[in-house]
């Protein structure tokens, strides 16, 4: 099967000045893997070699922490005639002064739009104003700003017609999946059927990281690309027989549960849970498409 690529996001380091119970890939002030600037050129190279890749985004991790080596990445990918775009939680955002200050030299570089996380679980009862800053500062040079809110998990009450369900915008892959989900309603495991956020058949945009995994969903990983280069990877893709995929795209999470004969509990929170529980389970059998451990909170 072919796959038509049209973004890579580098995760440029799991390295975070936070530590959200949210967090997709278990990033923190602790956390190692960031990538060296002739890895990310590599990258590049092989990003343009596939003829569909139109553009790149900065994440991580908090992409901020090594600004040198993102503004030189950023510089790299626009040489090669690649869209640039970063996410992230805007911690130097101080003031809308300091906020001008950083996004500058972005701006020169062609980034037309930054994405922002900004809410109650990265700032607490501060939760808008670094928004504010960055989306001020934004508009006086002509550039975008995009903000992604999520909220923590709640408990909407049942009802005479609807049981009790989850509220919120939290996906529970990574740390959320262990932090957040204890005492939260759960539906039954086998009515997990399909993947509903990831296009695991044919994937746009893939995720990866200083190690060379490249992410189909956080830890979950089409192949290596320090070991195949990403178009021969993208080639020979077929997702019907990669051990996880294969049994997620023919019944969803409740099918890979089936097909790898895994224990389980009798209910999840939603499709990401279970699928999370399933897939760290299985890490001893495929280390190499469940990669790397960090993501799951084992290393």
């Known amino acids: 099967m072919r796959t038509m690529l049209e973004s890579i996001h580098f995760l440029l380091s799991y390295t975070c ?13 602790g956390a190692g893997g960031t990538f060296k600037i002739e890895q990310i050129c590599n990258v590049l190279d092989q990003a343009v070699e596939t003829g569909s890749v139109k553009g790149v985004c900065f994440e991580g991790g908090e992409p901020m922490l ?15 005639g690649l869209s640039a775009g970063i996410v992230t939680n805007a911690y130097w955002a101080t003031s809308e002064a300091d906020a001008e200050l950083w996004l500058r030299p972005l701006h020169e570089l062609g980034v037309k739009s930054i994405t922002m996380s900004d809410d109650p679980l990265h700032y607490g009862s501060n939760a808008g104003a670094h928004k504010q800053r960055v989306e001020a500062a934004a508009a006086k040079l002509g550039m975008g700003a995009g903000v992604i809110c999520t909220n923590r998990p709640a408990v909407q009450a049942a009802t005479a017609t609807e049981p009790a369900k989850v509220v919120g915008s939290v996906m529970f892959r990574g740390r959320a999946a262990d932090k957040l989900t204890e005492g939260l309603p759960v539906r039954p495991w086998e009515s ?18 200083s190690f060379g995994n490249v ?24 997702p019907q027989a990669h051990p996880i995929v ?41 280390a190499k498409e469940l990669a790397p451990p960090q993501v799951y909170g084992t290393k």
């Open 246 to 286: 294969g049994p997620i795209l023919r019944g969803g999470p409740a099918q890979l549960v089936r097909e790898r004969g895994l224990d389980h509990a009798e209910g999840y929170v939603d499709e990401c849970h279970l699928c999370h529980v399933a897939r760290k389970a299985l890490m001893p059998r495929y």
């Open 66 to 80: 090594y600004y040198p080596l993102m503004l030189e990445g950023i510089r790299q990918a626009r040489q090669r």
């Open 17 to 29: 000045n936070f530590e959200c119970d949210h967090c997709f890939l278990y990033c923190g002030p």
């Open 192 to 209: 997990f059927t399909r993947c509903t956020h990831e296009k695991l058949e044919a994937p746009s945009r893939v995720h990866v990281d």
């Open 215 to 238: 992410h189909l969903c956080q830890g979950l990983c089409m192949g290596n690309l320090w070991q195949t280069p990403l178009k021969q990877m993208l080639a020979e893709y077929d």
